[in-house]
């Protein structure tokens, strides 16, 4: 089992800066992946950025590429989300999530696949 807790989201104006971070606990050493994903309210969930936990590579949906930095401290099994350039319509609540079995890179951005979710944290960004 992998414990994973989210931390950092708040209120920030429209073109300000956020960071996020997801704490794992457990059975960390089997962590393939992680992942953020985020749900608006009304809104189905949505993929923002994923990172493969031993190579570090980095995938973006496209409406954040270019503005979020997804990066690890594995040393910590902490995953950060950089939320650089924020607008409105990144309001949502942020979850982290992560996966202890090799799935393709293709299907990083599916929540299908992640077992492990944490309880989420609100971002709020006012115009």
């Known amino acids: 089992q992998v414990q994973l807790v989210e931390s950092g989201g708040g209120l920030v104006q429209a073109g300000g800066s956020l960071r996020l971070s997801c704490a794992a606990s457990g059975r960390t050493f089997r962590i393939y992946a992680m992942a953020w994903f985020r749900q608006a309210l009304g809104k189905e969930r949505e993929f923002v950025a994923a990172?493969?936990?031993?190579?570090?590579?980095?995938y973006y949906a496209d409406s954040v590429k270019g503005r979020f930095t997804i990066s690890r401290d594995n040393a910590n099994n902490t995953v950060y989300l950089q939320l650089n350039s924020v607008k409105p319509e990144d309001t949502a609540v942020y979850y982290c999530a992560a996966v202890d079995y090799f799935f393709p890179s293709s299907r990083y951005n599916s929540g299908s696949y992640y077992h492990y979710w944490g309880q989420g944290t609100q971002v709020t960004v006012s115009s």
């Open positions: 990172i493969n936990w031993s190579g570090g590579s980095t």
